[in-house]
């Protein structure tokens, strides 16, 4: 399921990512080091190629970003999950917007299959918003479109003064148990929320 899960993100953002190229003139596909295989597995679905861009670390830690080609004037994806160390993430995906906004990038989508933080979203006492901080530190460092998937809470997309899209990979995983299961109205569909459950068996089974 969770293959099945990654691949309908990989559909979904290259549609998304196609729209947006098609109201552009020029194109530059990075990514950093969270997922590579997802951005390998987006750019091969669009027919084209990662643009060569280094990120690594320099001591004591720090993110060092690297872009070898021109993006002057140039529509510019940055790929980048929330998935495996979160904040070396978000580092690398910040450093990489600022590095092509300050090379005159015509402008710089955000693709983060997984929005860091996300779950933060609430005000907790003697707490704070981390979500709301992410969104804004997003924008300033020059990202102004976002494209994520299945945020945790709808209300997530008001952190954000860019346009930014929710996509849902459920339409995916659905087509495929319709396709692919035998009998598949006889299947049990398990989920960690009871809600999501009842939701997921009202679209499978009407």
Same mark, same amino acid.
């Given at each position: ?87 070396? %993430?978000?580092?690398? &995906? ?9 090379? =005159?990038?015509?402008? $710089?989508? /955000? ?58 990979? %459920?339409?995916?995983? &659905? ?9 598949? =109205?006889?299947?049990? $569909?398990? /989920? ?15």
């Amino acid at each position: 399921l969770c293959s099945r899960r990654r691949c309908a993100h990989t559909q979904a953002a290259a549609l998304s990512m196609a729209q947006a190229v098609a109201r552009g003139s020029g194109i530059a596909i990075f990514t950093g080091n969270s997922h590579p295989a997802i951005a390998e597995l987006i750019v091969r679905k669009m027919g084209n190629k990662l643009g060569e861009c280094e990120v690594g670390s320099k001591a004591p830690g720090e993110t060092s970003v690297y872009i070898k080609e021109s993006v002057r004037g140039k529509n510019v994806f940055i790929i980048q999950s929330g998935a495996g160390q979160v904040n070396t %993430s978000i580092m690398e &995906l910040l450093i990489m917007s600022y590095a092509c906004k300050t090379s =005159c990038a015509l402008q $710089i989508i /955000a693709v983060v299959p997984y929005l860091p933080y996300s779950k933060q979203s609430r005000m907790r006492k003697r707490g704070s918003i981390p979500c709301k901080l992410l969104a804004q530190m997003m924008e300033q460092s020059g990202i102004n479109h976002v494209i994520t998937m299945d945020l945790h809470q709808k209300e997530i997309q008001g952190f954000f003064d860019v346009p930014i899209d929710n996509l849902r990979a %459920s339409p995916f995983l &659905l087509q495929y148990i319709r396709e692919n299961i035998p009998d598949y =109205c006889n299947a049990v $569909i398990v /989920a960690r929320h009871p809600e999501t459950a009842k939701r997921y068996n009202l679209l499978l089974f009407v």
